[in-house]
């Protein structure tokens, strides 16, 4: 019963998406989140809702420093692709960090990013 | 573009017909023009039941039943709709809006096939349960072709086995019912798994309710029923089948018997990516003739077939001709658009089929089903991710990865669902958790069977001839689907033998004879085998197959070719919830 509830909270954010109302959204994960930690078989649930009310929080941060509302909702992964594509190495680097990334994921991540973008240069030195 | 039903083991004119009355009924007792508001999803199957032109001469408008409200001039509205319940905010809407307008109309809504408590109740919410005449359409079955009978179940299978939904079963049992209302009460009923078991269970309470008389039926024209879970064999549907319209069933993906793709690969000249329908059933002679055979060898079919026209049309330019030869060749000519479509749609598969990214992966579903290198293709899979591939095809393969192996190791189960979550985004995760709960992609638990049942069944095949094909494993180049075995042992021998092996799968099996016959001497000789009941009169015995949650088009092909081979004493027709593919099933896991 307390998993079905905490599901339904962590399911209610997802339905609202596209709201602008960032603050509640991630109160309802990180609320799923701890009912998740409360019983033992759902850890992996909890980490789960804990990185996407990171990363929530992370997007928008990244929204406001580049004034471009294309972060929000998009997955890890296209979240480091579109920071490669605009440049920006230094924020992509830290998503990396920030979720642990595997080297493996984060080339591939990075070959398909600069070659959209064309940049052969860069693709050459990495 | 309706199919001809009337060349196949039992006719299935009278169902179509019959559901083409019923439906015709509810349109005349409603008299004058009326607005018929279709529900989107049942358009499909109507359109197989019954033509347009048909219900416009009944002084029908149609429309589709969506969010807007319906511009109409007349004053009565018929909706025809399934039991969703988003469905019925939308008539509720629409009421809304009428009256808010100061519109006077009548309401009429047929639920298909049966009315449901739950809908009702949302519309006495809304108010306008009282302004509504409430009615049902019984469709419980439409015929597909000749051979085919679907329920049009869409997600029966995720119902049952995610959310714990049978309500199905109880649509699937009464559309078999009914069936024996028409064509006599089937004797000999087999069942496996655990749905299909609760499927023969509600056909007897059934009969006991309310018997098929069999005395004025005469002799039943279907003489076994063969119930088969989907969740029985989930290594097949994930595999890409290979036979033609399996294969156009994959890439261009059948809709009620007709594909839709962009004209100009028909050879259409216009160039705007305008779509067309082509349809695809055994009215098409030619497509009776290719749509069962490997890919392979349609192209050499087809080939062959146009080369020799032209040697005929040469043979016509040169020589001086009887009129009985011309007459043949006329005959000939009246095949070509045939052709062309056929050469057309082929050409365009192969394009599709020869890309490196389809034969790596047929590669990499056998080296799944062989079990026997599990790393290579956990790293295949990973790569996928990494590439952010499309999350069906990655959930395809993940799902017959932990078929096979009965689950992954835990924690390579939880990197790779955190993997698809850092991919794919977090909105995935009621998508992981519907196959886990469906135990489709799961932590490992035991040891797997898959290679017991793999060997005992004989399901990979070495050299397997696709031209001239020996055995079912030609529909997948060296794989037979183990739904095909199952059905192949219960029609030569009897499950009997099999009790070993039919334990190491999911659920129970049942074999019962049921008793309206219990008296006439040449039904009571069941035990073991049906070989030995031999058809009376010449006429082959009809097996119905009925799979719980769907079914491949490789799968009907591989049931053909049973029924085609030389010593089969059955003709072999199926019922299904619906026809799938391994990304149509996948997909239903998935929300949104």
Sequence with gaps: LLWKESWETAKNPMASRGSPLHGPRVKLIEKA????????????????????????KLQHELEVSTKQPIFVDSSISDTIRTCIVLGNHRAALKVKTEFKVSEKRWYWLKVFALVTIRDWDALEKF | QIPNLQNG????????????????????????????????????????????????????????????????????VVYLVQTQLHLMKFISSHIHNDTSKGLQREYFLYFVPRRAVACEKLLEEEKVHN????????????PLDEDILSFEL????????????????????????????????????????????????????????????STDMGVPEINTLIILDRELDMVTPMCTQLTYEGLLDELLHINNGAVEIDASIMGANQQDGKKMKVPLNSTDKLFRETRDLNFEVVVQVLRQKATSMKQDYTEMTTTNQTVSELKDF???????????????????????????????????????????????????????IYKQEPLVSVLRLLILLSVTNAGLPKRQFDYLRREILHSYGFEHMSTLNNLEKAGLVKKQEGKSNWLTVKRALNLVVEDTDTTNPKDVSYVFSGYAPLSIRLIQHAIRSGWRPLEEILKLLPGTHTESKRSVFANSPSFDILPGGLHME???????????????????????????????????????????????????????FMDN
């Design chain 1, 33 to 56: 989140q701890n009912l998740f930690a409360e019983t033992k078989e759902h850890v992996f649930e909890s980490k789960a809702a804990e990185e996407h009310a990171k990363l929530l």
């Design chain 2, 9 to 76: 083991p039992i006719n299935f004119t009278s169902i179509r017909d019959q559901s083409q009355k019923e439906l015709l009924t509810i349109l005349k007792n409603i008299r004058g023009k009326k607005c018929l508001v279709i529900d989107p999803k049942l358009g499909g199957s109507l359109s197989l039941v019954v033509q347009t032109s048909l219900l416009k001469e009944h002084g029908a408008e149609l429309h589709h039943l969506n969010s807007d409200p319906i511009e109409t001039n007349c004053t009565k």
């Design chain 2, 131 to 142: 302004l509504l005449t409430i009615g049902e359409f019984p469709l419980y079955s439409v």
């Design chain 2, 154 to 213: 869409d997600f029966s299978y995720k119902e049952c086995v995610t959310d714990g939904d049978t309500t199905s079963l109880w649509h699937i049992a009464k559309a078999i019912h009914k069936l024996e209302f028409s064509f006599g009460l089937i004797p000999n009923v087999r069942a496996k798994g655990k749905a299909s078991v609760r499927v023969a269970d509600m056909l007897d309470r059934m009969q006991a309710e309310e018997p098929v008389n």
């Design chain 2, 330 to 384: 006329v005959k000939k000519l009246n095949s070509l658009p045939e052709m062309t479509r056929h050469i057309n749609l082929a050409q365009h598969l192969s394009t599709l089929t020869s890309k490196p990214s389809f034969l790596g992966r047929l590669d990499i579903e056998h080296t799944i089903v062989e079990a026997e290198s599990y790393d290579i293709c956990f790293e295949h899979i990973e790569e996928m």
């Design chain 2, 534 to 588: 031999k058809p009376q009169d010449g006429r082959r015995s009809i097996v119905l197959v009925v799979f719980v949650g769907g079914v491949t088009f490789a799968e009907i092909s591989a049931l053909r070719f049973l029924s085609s081979q030389e010593g089969m004493a059955y003709d072999i027709i199926i019922g299904t919830t619906k026809i799938i593919n391994g990304n149509t099933l996948t997909e239903t």
